[in-house]
């Protein structure tokens, strides 16, 4: 009698343990997912991507140029935007001035020379929540082999779900201004503007 008692009283230790185990497991799992739910590297989807360069035509109007298929990744965290990071690749050859003569002429070495320099990059350093959904994000921005420190204003467009591939899905705005010659691109400074806008409109998934 004792040693069924002594054995009854082991399996119900043993079931207690256990179920122990199954729920520390559940919080464990539970907790994980929100750590990846606010931690999420998103790649950047080219056909939904875009960078524009705004700048000043001898005071007479404001021309621009695009680039295309753009590349890289966003991993945002929502409950630490701090700890968010941004990474975009351009493919300077991409560029459309919507002026032939002038689109030739960004590709040549007095401009971008694409043959030596073909890509431009920004990597960034800090993100900084400056209200709700908008982002001061630094970084190195690299043109034509020269990096400088530039700071990106940004807005979440919209983050979830995405319509049609069913993955988690997120899109930016984001926009800077820069001097032209500091990155060794000063043709006809200062009757065409020293200050270029960039602006880049992004949409980015999860894998």
């Known amino acids: 009698m004792v040693f069924l008692s002594l054995n009854k009283t082991l ?8 179920g122990k185990l199954k729920s ?16 999420t590297t998103y790649t950047i989807d080219p ?6 360069a705004t700048w000043n035509h001898f005071g007479f109007s404001n021309p621009t140029a ?7 990744s ?3 965290d929502a409950d630490k935007p701090s700890a968010s990071t941004i990474s975009v690749s351009i493919p300077v050859k991409t560029v459309d001035t919507f002026v032939p003569k002038l689109t030739d002429e960004f590709m040549a070495e007095a401009y971008f020379d694409v043959s030596t320099y073909p890509t431009a990059t920004f990597e960034s350093t800090k993100v900084t929540s400056t209200g709700e959904n908008t ?7 690299t043109i034509k082999g020269t990096t400088k420190l530039v700071v990106f204003k940004a807005t979440l467009n ?5 319509p049609m591939t069913q993955k988690a899905a997120i899109g930016f705005d984001a926009s800077t201004t820069i001097k032209r010659s500091d990155f060794g691109i000063d043709q006809y400074v200062p009757n065409v503007s020293d200050e270029v806008t960039l602006t880049i409109t992004t949409e980015a998934q999860a894998k």
């Not at 056909?47 to 524009?52: E, K, L, R, Y």
């Not at 695009?66 to 890289?72: K, L, P, Y």
């Not at 919209?158 to 995405?162: I, R």
């Open 11 to 18: 399996t119900i230790g043993n079931l207690t343990m256990i």
């Open 24 to 39: 520390l497991l559940l919080v464990s799992t539970a907790m994980l997912s929100v750590n990846t739910m606010a931690n």
């Open 47 to 52: 056909t939904h991507t875009s960078v524009i």
């Open 66 to 72: 695009a680039f295309s298929d753009v590349s890289g």
């Open 74 to 76: 966003i991993t945002y």
């Open 135 to 141: 982002y001061d994000v630094a970084g190195r921005l």
């Open 158 to 162: 919209g983050k979830g779900p995405h």
